[in-house]
Each structure stands twice: as C-alpha cells, then as structure tokens.
C-alpha cells in the first residue's frame, strides 16, 4: 500500500455517467444524435450569418461567436464521453485529461461572458435603439469578443497551472464523465486547499457576475420595455429577449449548481446530472432557440433556399 501511495498517476479512467449495462446503448445512441445536431446546427449558424448580408449587425455577431465556442465546447467533451457507452474501461492518458480540463475551462468561461455580452447587447439594442449602431460598433463588438475569449483563456490558464501542481497518486478512476476540476480533487494525495480557492472566486468572477450584468441588463430592458406605447411594440421587445433569457437560465442555473456549493461525493453524482446540461444540452439548443424564435434568422434562411433552388 505505501508503494501505491507513492506511485503517481499517469492515466485515468472515466466512470462515466452510469454503469447499467442495459442503458448503455440508448444513452450512446441520445448523446452521438445530440452531439451531431450539436455540431450541425452551430455550424450551420455560423455559415447563415455569414452568407447572409441582413445578419451582418453585432448581435449575429456575437450570436455567431457562441455558436462557435458552442460548437468547440460540445467537442470536448461528448466524442470522449461516447467512448464511456462502448469500451469497457475509457482510458484518458495524463496529458490529454489535463488538455481536456484546459479546453472545456476556457469555452465554458467564455460561454458565461458571451451571453453576458449578448444581454448588454439586446438592453443597448431596446433602450438606446437610436445610437446602436454608434454604441455596439464593430469595433465595440471586437473587443467584447476579443475580452470573452480573454477570460476563458486567463481562467483555464490559471486553474490549469495550479492543477499541474496536485500531485494525482490515490485511485485513479475520475467519478465522471469528463476530466473535471472536483472530480480531479477528489483523487488527489497533496493539499488542494489553493485549487478550492481559485474554484471558488473564479466562479464568482465567472458565474456570478455575468449573471448580475444579465439580471441588471434585463431589469433595464423591462423597464424601458414599459415605456413603450404600442402593445405590438411590447410584444416585439419581450419575443427579441425570451431566446436569450431561456439559454441564461438553462446554463448558469446547471453551472451555478455544479461549482457553487461544497464538493461532496453526494454533489459530484448529483454534478454529473448537471453537467450534461451545459456541456451537452445547452450548446445543442441554443441554435434552436436562435433559430426558432427569431424571424431575422427565419427569413434569411429561406431567403438562402430559395436561391439555391433558383
């Protein structure tokens, strides 16, 4: 036993999400289907607002930059998480968990800042409409972007550097289906005391205040939505925000639960449930979402069918 406890780790395996026999071939055939519509409609977004010169404002821009980091974010995790429903043990070398920790770190952050960005965009867009143009120019929406990216890089960055420095040497079986920062902790045999602290504040920096720069957007935008005379005018403002509104809720309400409470075997099983949320359901409904509820997108996608029939 000492000999082990001295062994460090140079591989992992992943637990998965359940180990039912029986369950395991529907769930892989629900994810491989989910994770395809994934893939397909977020790049099918970004390749409508790019050919679709009536897209080309900041708020497509911006709608095109999450389903990039949507698209990026689902990779991470789901073609390795397939692999949990077909080998008997899913084996995940040192390296390469600690690169899918830094990956999924730096798009799930930046997912946080991008729909915060997106709901400074729909309140500029509601309350100011006449200086939009002037207030969200590209040259705004470039550095918004640009400032998104930055924090999902300075946080996975960051969290990967003190991970590097746990030292992995107890079970080497990750209570999970991805390589996850808790998870990670939990098999730790050095003090983690840092890693829980950095956890914590970036997920203040990074799940709260995005939140409180929504929630503040969005009782601004009500606000001035009431001033409005006319009851279509209403209509109109309330239909512009109800898509972004039901993808906030969806991702930080699942994220909040994941790393906004203590760690605990019970909150890591719990956590798995959760995590399927904004690792694998959100980014493959935001295109619906966007899709579905916004006429802009409607017209210029039939407008494009209609010429390729043409």
Not at 283 to 290: D, K, Q, R, S
């Amino acid at each position: 036993m000492e000999e082990l406890n001295n062994t460090a780790v140079t591989e992992f395996i992943l637990a998965g999400l359940n180990e039912i026999p029986e369950l395991q071939l529907p769930l892989l055939l629900i994810f491989l289907g989910v994770y395809l519509f994934t893939v397909v409609g977020n790049l099918g977004m970004i390749i409508l607002i790019l050919f679709s010169s009536q897209l080309h404002t900041p708020m497509y821009y911006l709608l095109s930059s999450l389903s990039f980091i949507d698209c990026c974010h689902s990779t991470v995790i789901t073609p390795k998480m397939l692999l949990n429903f077909v080998t008997e043990k899913n084996v995940i070398p040192y390296p390469e968990c600690i690169a899918q920790f830094y990956f999924f770190c730096a798009f799930a952050v930046a997912e946080c800042h991008m729909l915060a960005a997106m709901a400074y965009d729909r309140y500029v867009a509601i309350s100011n409409p006449l200086l939009y143009n002037v207030t969200m120019s590209y040259h705004v929406c470039l550095w918004m972007v640009s400032g998104v990216y930055g924090m999902g890089l300075l946080s996975a960055t960051v969290h990967t550097a003190f991970l590097l420095r746990v030292l992995f040497c107890k079970s080497n079986i990750i209570n999970h289906y991805f390589c996850d920062l808790f998870p990670l902790l939990e098999l730790s045999c050095s003090s983690t005391f840092i890693n829980e602290v950095l956890a914590l504040s970036f997920s203040v920096l990074n799940i709260v205040v995005p939140a409180v720069t929504i929630l503040s957007s969005y009782i601004f935008i009500i606000v001035s939505i009431l001033h409005i005379q006319s009851t279509g005018g209403r209509s109109k403002a309330f239909s512009t925000c109800c898509s972004h509104i039901s993808a906030v809720a969806i991702y930080f309400g699942s994220a909040a639960f994941m790393y906004l409470q203590p760690s605990s075997g019970n909150s890591v099983e719990q956590g798995k449930v959760s995590s399927v949320f904004y690792t694998t359901v959100v980014p493959m409904l935001n295109p619906l979402i966007y899709s579905l509820r916004n006429q802009d997108v409607k017209s210029a996608l039939k407008k494009i069918l209609d010429r390729r029939v043409l």
